[in-house]
C-alpha cells in the first residue's frame, strides 16, 4: 500500500544522523512510502543543517532508512571555510559523507579543485576526487586522474598522470605527496622535472622537493639545451644514480654514483660530479673506495685525475685543472689518439695539470710535478718518430690537437726514437701509467631517456 502526502506550505523535517540532529527545510514536502521506506521530497530553497554542516540545492530526496539524501540542482556544501558545489549529489547523514559524480568545485580558502567525481568526510576533513582533477593556489596547479586531500593535515596525495606547476618546477609522476605547510613534495614512479629556472629537464624514479632542495634517484637523467653565441643549440646529458639540487646562493648540482656526462664532444665518467651554475664550473674526485679515478674525453683526449676541475664559458672549455692525491700511486694523465693514425697516443703524467682552451680547443698545457711524456713527431703529416721526457716540470703548447712545441724545467731529459724503431711498435712506448678507458659515453645511450 502506498501513502502519499503534500505539504505546501514552508517545512522543516527533523531526523538524526550518528547522534547528531539532521534538520532540513524548503518550501514544500512530499512524503512517501514505497516497498515499505519512508521517502521525504523536499523542494524549493532546501536547507539541510547537521552540527556545522549546512548543505543547500532546488530539490533533496531523502531516503530515511538509508540515512540518504539525494541533492538535486544548485547544490552548495559548506563546512566552516570549505565550499562544496556541484549540480547533483548526495549526503549520508549517518557518517557525514557528501559525494558527487556530477562535476565539483571545491574551495576551502587555501586552493580551489574541480573534478568530474568526488567524496567529502566532513568529521575527518578529507577529501576523494577522481576523474579530471585539477587544483590551484595563488603559485600553483595540479592535475591529475585522483586526489586525496587531509585538510587539518594540510596533505595531498595524487595519482595518475600527475603534473604539478609553480613558478620554478614543472613536476610529471605517477603519483605525488605534498605537504603544502611544510613546502615538502615527494613524486614516484616516471617522474620529470622540468627546472624552469635553471633551464634543465630532470627525469628519475623518485623526486623528493623541498624549498631550495630536490633530490631525484633511481635512473635520474639530466637533460640542459645550451644556445651557442652562433645560434646552434648544444645539449648536456647527464645520468646517475642520484641527483641533488640546491637553488640557494651556491645554485649547485650534485650527482654521485655511476655518473655519465656528455655535451658535444666533451664527456666524463665518474662517480661524484658537482655543477655550480652561477660560475659556470664542473668539479670531480674520485670517492675513497672508487677503483679508477674520473675519466674525461675531450674531442680525442682522454683525462684521468683524482681530482677534476673546469671552468667553462659561453658553454666552452676556457680552464681544467687535473690533479693526482696526496700519496696516490698513480700520476694523473692525459692521453691523445692521433685519428689519422689510431696506434699513435701522444701521453703526459704528473701530478697536477693546467689547461687552458681558445674556443673550446686545447692551446696550453703546465705540468707540476713528476713529468713525463712520450709525443709522436710529424714531417709535413708524415710520421717521424717520437720523444720520450722527463722533468720536474714542463709546459705544453698544442695546435690543432697536436704537440707543437714542449719546455722543459728541473732536470730534463729528452730521448729521440727514430720511426723506423716506432713502426708497428707504437704501443711498446706507453707511460707506466697509460690505461685506456674504453665506456665513453655515446648520445644513443642518453636519447633513450
Not at 7 to 13: G, K, P, Q, S
Not at 346 to 375: C, H, P, R, W
Request: proline fraction near 2%.
Amino acid at each position: 500500500m502506498k501513502k502519499t502526502f503534500f505539504i505546501i506550505l514552508f517545512t522543516a523535517v527533523v531526523l538524526f544522523g550518528q547522534g547528531k540532529m539532521l534538520r532540513v527545510e524548503g518550501d514544500s514536502l512530499i512524503g512517501k512510502r514505497i516497498n515499505g521506506e519512508t521517502i521525504r521530497e523536499v523542494r524549493g530553497n532546501v536547507v539541510m543543517y547537521q552540527d556545522d554542516v549546512v548543505i543547500k540545492c532546488d530539490t533533496a530526496i531523502q531516503y530515511t532508512a538509508k540515512n540518504r539524501a539525494e541533492l538535486i540542482g544548485n547544490v552548495i556544501a559548506m563546512q566552516d571555510s570549505i565550499i562544496i558545489k556541484t549540480t547533483r549529489g548526495f549526503y549520508y547523514d549517518d557518517a557525514r559523507i557528501s559525494f558527487s559524480n556530477n562535476g565539483i568545485d571545491y574551495t576551502d580558502g587555501h586552493i580551489r579543485l574541480t573534478a568530474d567525481n568526488g567524496y567529502y568526510y566532513y568529521d575527518e576533513k578529507r577529501a576523494f576526487f577522481y576523474g579530471n582533477v585539477v587544483i590551484r593556489d595563488s603559485v600553483s596547479t595540479l592535475k591529475a586522474d585522483r586526489f586525496y586531500y587531509y585538510d587539518d593535515a594540510d596533505k595531498a596525495v595524487a595519482a595518475g598522470n600527475v603534473t604539478a606547476i609553480d613558478t620554478a618546477l614543472i613536476i610529471r609522476a605517477d603519483s605525488l605527496i605534498n605537504y603544502k605547510s611544510e613546502n615538502t613534495t615527494f613524486a614516484f614512479a616516471n617522474v620529470s622535472v622540468d627546472d624552469l629556472k635553471n633551464g634543465m629537464l630532470i627525469k628519475g624514479d623518485y623526486l623528493e622537493n623541498k624549498n631550495d632542495y630536490s633530490k631525484v634517484t633511481g635512473n635520474a637523467f639530466l637533460m640542459r639545451i645550451d644556445t651557442l653565441d652562433s645560434g646552434e643549440t648544444d645539449t648536456l646529458f647527464v645520468k646517475a644514480g642520484i641527483m641533488e639540487s640546491f637553488s640557494d646562493s651556491s645554485n649547485r648540482l650534485i650527482c654521485a654514483d655511476s655518473v655519465r656526462m656528455l655535451k658535444g664532444e666533451f664527456a666524463s665518467v665518474n662517480n661524484y660530479a658537482v655543477f655550480y651554475r652561477n660560475v659556470n664550473r664542473i668539479h670531480t674526485y674520485k670517492l675513497p673506495n672508487d677503483q679508477t679515478p674520473p675519466v674525461i674525453w675531450n674531442e680525442n683526449a682522454q683525462i684521468l685525475g683524482d681530482t677534476i676541475d673546469i671552468i667553462t664559458n659561453d658553454n666552452k672549455l676556457e680552464r681544467m685543472t687535473i690533479k693526482s692525491d696526496a700519496g696516490t700511486t698513480l700520476n694523473a694523465l692525459i692521453v691523445t689518439q692521433n685519428p689519422e693514425y689510431p696506434k699513435r697516443y701522444d701521453q703526459i703524467s704528473g701530478a697536477e695539470f693546467e689547461m687552458f682552451f681558445e674556443d673550446g680547443k686545447l692551446i696550453k698545457t703546465v705540468v707540476s710535478g713528476n713529468m713525463l711524456s712520450i709525443y709522436y713527431l710529424y714531417e709535413e703529416d708524415k710520421p717521424n718518430g717520437l720523444i720520450k721526457s722527463s722533468a720536474q716540470n714542463a709546459e705544453i703548447y698544442f695546435e690543432n690537437n697536436k704537440v707543437d712545441k714542449v719546455k722543459l724545467f728541473g732536470k730534463p731529459a729528452s730521448e729521440y726514437y727514430p720511426e723506423n724503431l716506432v713502426t708497428e711498435k707504437e704501443l711498446d712506448f706507453t707511460l707506466p701509467d697509460f690505461i685506456l678507458i674504453k665506456n665513453r659515453p655515446v648520445k644513443e645511450e642518453f636519447i633513450r631517456n
